[in-house]
């Protein structure tokens, strides 16, 4: 358990609560890129929903037929692994974003060393 100094000096205090700032920017940024990653997709869920509607309607073609099922199977193949790539996209870019986080932080003199970071787990 660590115990916080509470005779610590200025500076010191100073650099840690800029770092708690940028840390939270930080957070607001990421969660900022997941949320405008998130309304493109639905707006692309929109955009292709009117085109289903808008092409399968005049072209006659019965949703419950096999022509129907299969074109509507392979737009929901093509949507689902275009947000897959997304999120994969996005991972990738969030990691990133966390190691130049952790690069950038480096310990002041006089305060501890941060405990090593934990093995990140791959699937």
């Known amino acids: 358990a660590m115990v916080e100094n509470p005779q610590l ?4 205090a100073l650099r840690r609560s800029h ?3 940028w840390e939270q920017g930080h957070l607001c940024r990421v969660t900022g890129f997941f949320v405008s990653w998130a309304l493109i997709w639905v707006l692309v ?3 292709c929903g ?3 509607g808008f092409v399968l309607a ?3 073609i019965p949703v419950d ?3 129907g099922q299969l074109v509507l199977t392979l737009v929901s193949v093509a949507l689902s692994s275009y947000i897959g790539a997304l999120m994969e996209v996005g991972k990738v ?11 950038q932080r480096a310990p002041a003199p006089d305060v501890e060393a941060p405990p ?3 093995p990140r787990r791959d699937r």
């Not at 000096?9 to 010191?12: K, Y």
Request: aromatic share 10%; hydrophobic share 60%; proline share 12%.
């Open 9 to 12: 000096s200025p500076p010191a």
């Open 19 to 21: 770092a708690l700032v």
């Open 45 to 47: 869920g929109l955009v």
């Open 50 to 52: 009117m085109f289903l």
């Open 58 to 60: 005049p072209m006659r």
């Open 65 to 67: 037929s096999a022509y």
């Open 93 to 103: 870019v969030m990691y990133r974003e966390l190691a130049e986080l952790h690069a």
């Open 116 to 118: 090593a970071p934990a």
